[in-house]
């Protein structure tokens, strides 16, 4: 972690560390090139839910920041309530399909059905409404996280060399083995307030103010208000607030709210947390009898890289779609950053003269967006309370954590 200024407004220096990380926070955001609306981001929650601010002793953001990145909780287990209100419009329940068609990946068979258990769609869901998880965690070999839903959970495992996925609904099960089991999947989608922060927290350079805002207690502990804004005009993001444990370092819960104003963004945070040691049962997992078993493949994340070698570290870090799209470039520095890759497709959206389904998707979607023209064309923006999205006619995605005259700005840069 770069060093903090010394008085509480924080910046810390650019490097190819950050340069990387914002790259790595594009994981988050859904490709828009079908959906025409971007979703999902580095993580969040809405003001704190405070009990009472704790009497403790005063703290710098440097030394804060430093408390977080030093902080080794191996053990733990808990409760997270995880909340998201991106205003993404109303799809009538199209955007569902959409997402669970683009989240297929390796072990699914190829064939668009995969495994309901598969947690590379699974753990979509997290992106829209309201969830309670239960996560659990002994060393960096033994976690788990469980989705309760209603009348149903899905729990996924992560054992040693094994990832389970289980979806009780269903009653099917996802299984890889290897050793880039340790890394996937249960690390592409963040679910607790960690994940959260370690996302955020390598957003910080000299664009970003970091301030110790006062004290909080969350899930019955002390906890410390570490806030994060950016410097810049332009962004969607209004504030990012950080509950951190005053004994441990963790983060024990997460706020976004945008620069629009209202409530926040998402909302993930521990209702209970404890840090003992879990029961070794806890991570044990049998498939149940009649279950069915889907395999996934071996060495998934190895595989992945080797087809998309030009591309590097982009490449990786949008889990293969860089591959498939031409290459990803990021335009801007800081929290003006934005995502601009081709997808090869000419005229914009589909419209009615496609025929079709296709016809019908393009002139559904384009109703919600709004058309923009300057140096580089002609285009539409989507819109939701965080990220936007410009699709231009020549088939090219602009999107990020910005307005949307950023976005034409960064379309007419690439010019």
Same mark, same amino acid.
């Given at each position: 972690m770069a060093p903090i200024d010394s008085d509480d407004n924080t910046t810390a220096g650019e490097g190819e560390e950050l340069r990387a990380g914002r790259r790595r926070a594009a994981r988050y955001v859904v490709p828009v090139a079908v959906m025409g609306v971007a979703a999902a981001t580095i993580?969040? @929650?809405?003001?704190? !839910? &405070?009990?009472? &601010?704790?009497?403790?002793?005063?703290?710098?953001a440097e030394q804060l920041v430093q408390k977080i990145a030093e902080s080794d909780t191996q053990q733990m287990s808990g409760t997270v309530r995880i909340s998201t209100d991106l205003g993404l419009p109303d799809l009538g329940g199209l955007e569902s399909g959409l997402l669970s068609g683009m989240s297929a990946g390796p072990g699914s068979g190829g064939d668009g059905e995969g495994s309901a258990a598969d947690p590379s769609a699974k753990l979509t869901e997290l992106v829209s409404g309201s969830h309670?998880?239960? @996560?659990?965690?002994?060393?960096?070999?033994? #976690?788990? @996280? $469980?989705?309760?839903?209603?009348?149903a959970e899905y729990s996924l495992i992560h054992n040693g060399k094994d990832v389970w996925g289980y979806d009780s609904k269903? /009653?099917?099960?996802?299984? $890889?083995?290897?050793?880039?089991s340790a890394e996937r999947p249960e690390k592409d989608v963040p679910a607790t307030p960690k994940d959260f922060a370690d996302q955020a927290l390598k957003a910080i350079d000299d664009t970003t103010s970091v301030t110790v805002g006062g004290t909080a207690q969350v899930a019955g502990r002390d906890a410390y208000r570490l806030v994060v804004?950016?410097? #810049?005009?332009? $962004?969607?993001?209004?504030?990012?607030? @950080?509950?951190?444990d005053a004994e441990t370092g963790t983060p024990l819960k997460f706020t976004l709210t945008p620069a629009s104003g209202g409530a926040a963004v998402v909302d993930a945070g521990f209702t209970k947390v404890s840090f003992a040691k879990p029961d070794a049962s806890t991570f044990d997992f049998t498939p149940p009898e009649g279950a069915k078993v889907t395999e996934g493949d071996e060495g998934d994340e190895g595989d992945e890289g080797a087809k998309t070698p030009d591309h590097g570290r982009e490449a990786e870090d949008l889990g293969g779609l860089a591959g498939d799209l031409g290459g990803l470039d990021v335009i801007g520095e800081g929290w /003006? $950053?934005?995502? !601009?890759? &081709?997808?090869? !497709?000419?005229?914009?959206?589909?419209? !009615?003269?496609?025929?079709g389904d296709l016809g019908d998707l393009g002139g559904f979607l384009g109703s919600f967006g709004d058309q923009v023209k300057g140096d580089f064309g002609s285009g539409t923006v989507f819109k939701t309370r965080l990220v936007n999205a410009l699709i231009t006619d020549d088939g090219k995605v602009y999107a990020g954590a910005v307005t949307k005259d950023a976005l034409v700005k960064a379309a007419d840069a690439a010019q």
């Open positions: 993580g969040l @929650v809405p003001a704190l !839910a &405070d009990s009472g &601010d704790p009497d403790l002793p005063k703290i710098t309670t998880l239960r @996560v659990a965690a002994d060393g960096p070999d033994r #976690q788990k @996280v $469980s989705l309760l839903e209603d009348a269903s /009653n099917e099960v996802y299984h $890889s083995t290897g050793p880039g804004e950016p410097r #810049q005009d332009g $962004s969607t993001v209004g504030a990012i607030t @950080v509950a951190v /003006n $950053s934005v995502a !601009a890759f &081709d997808t090869g !497709a000419r005229g914009g959206l589909p419209t !009615a003269s496609a025929g």
